[in-house]
């Protein structure tokens, strides 16, 4: 499974708009992107996904490098609500569906 | 729409006895159903997925006689650890994909699993 390298963690101020870096060198053609969140104490929730364009959906916005070795989660606004470990992870376009998260970036909101 | 629910949400059990975790998709047919354990301040480590009727599909190094995955209906799967000790003290958690946004998958909220 290709590997995705994150930040550890990330600060951010509430109400301004926060870039979560992630790279992916290894990735394949038929290797799609997708972000998940995990809440403290919950289970992960879907964020967002992408293969090759640019994606926007109500949570947030996916950038994608034209070479696709590395994306950007971008959420425009961040709440304290916001505040969660991010796992960015390369789902191959196979049968499996499988899901392998790496150790993902932890990000603070501060008020 | 889109619920997974799992029960018990938190368990205690002695070493050496069996402990069974229920997953349901509340609103939605779980064409495929998806076991995690996370261990505190980790990562998710997939353990196993099951399609219904047919028998799971273990990560490697998961060892399938102690962690018995039962995906009887399309709403429901289980997840038994048998002989349990306490360095199998974990979070666990599930997850269903649909036949609908089959690219998402849905979490359930997790059971704490503390064997003593």
């Known amino acids: 499974d290709a590997k995705t390298t994150q930040p550890n963690s990330m600060e951010s101020n509430e109400e301004e708009p926060v870039h979560l870096p992630c790279n992916h060198s290894?990735?394949?053609?038929?290797?799609?992107i997708h972000w998940y969140r995990q809440l403290p104490s919950q289970g992960p929730e879907y964020v967002i996904h992408g293969l090759t364009s640019n994606v926007n959906n109500r949570m947030a916005s996916l950038a994608i490098a034209e070479d696709r070795k590395s994306s950007t989660l971008i959420l425009h606004r961040a709440t304290l609500r916001d505040a969660a470990v991010y796992y960015c992870?390369?789902?191959?376009?196979?049968?499996?569906?499988?899901?392998?998260f790496g150790s993902g970036t932890r990000l603070l909101v501060r008020p | 729409g889109a619920v997974v629910s799992q029960h018990p949400s938190w368990v205690i059990c002695k070493s050496g006895t069996s402990v069974k975790i229920e997953c349901r998709s509340l609103d939605f047919q779980a064409t495929t159903m998806f076991w995690y354990r996370q261990f505190p301040k980790q990562s998710l480590m997939l353990m196993a997925t099951?399609?219904?009727?047919?028998?799971?599909?273990?990560e490697q190094g998961v060892e399938k006689d102690k962690f018995l995955i039962n995906h009887a209906s399309l709403t429901l799967s289980t997840l038994t650890v048998t002989s349990a000790h306490p360095e199998d003290s974990s979070f666990y958690i599930c997850?269903?994909?649909?036949?609908?946004?089959?690219?998402?998958?849905?979490f359930g909220p997790g059971t704490r699993l503390t064997v003593t």
């Open positions: 997850s269903a994909r649909g036949r609908q946004k089959t690219y998402e998958q849905y």
């Open positions: 992870i390369l789902r191959r376009m196979d049968s499996s569906y499988k899901l392998i």
């Open positions: 099951s399609n219904e009727g047919s028998k799971a599909t273990y």
């Open positions: 290894t990735i394949s053609g038929t290797d799609y």
